[in-house]
């Protein structure tokens, strides 16, 4: 069993930068950031392994860079350039992986991902 928990979270301008952060209570090989706006479903942010290979989705690529440090067990993610569509509930996520083709790869699923945090609220005004 890995505990996450966010922190971060706040209110920002549109243009402006947060960087939000998770701690967990072990190792886990994949870690990833979603969100969830109110009526919508939980989006996929951004992921990456324990060795350091990321993927971002296309609606944050070039402005959110995810980060681990795997000697504190904690998860960054940094927001620049926010934008009001944006602002959403942010969860850490982590999980093993999944084997295909004899690679280990992380999901954009958050069906495939056991251990998730509370969450942490990011607000992004025009």
């Known amino acids: 069993q890995v505990q996450l928990v966010e922190s971060g979270g706040g209110s920002v301008q549109a243009g402006g930068s947060l960087r939000v952060s998770c701690v967990a209570s072990?190792?886990?090989?994949?870690m990833a950031w979603f969100r969830q706006a109110p009526g919508k479903e939980r989006e996929w942010v951004a992921n990456?392994?324990?060795?350091?290979?990321?993927s971002h989705s296309d609606s944050v690529k070039g402005r959110f860079t995810i980060s681990r440090d795997n000697g504190k067990n904690s998860l960054y993610i940094q927001m620049n350039s926010l934008k009001p569509e944006d602002t959403a509930m942010y969860y850490c996520?982590?999980?093993?992986?999944?084997?295909?083709?004899?690679?280990?790869?992380?999901?954009?699923?958050?069906?495939?991902?056991?251990?998730w945090g509370q969450g942490t609220q990011v607000t992004v005004s025009p």
């Open positions: 990456i392994n324990s060795d350091g290979r990321t």
């Open positions: 072990g190792y886990s090989y994949c």
């Open positions: 996520a982590a999980d093993w992986g999944r084997w295909y083709g004899g690679s280990r790869l992380c999901s954009v699923q958050p069906d495939d991902y056991d251990y």
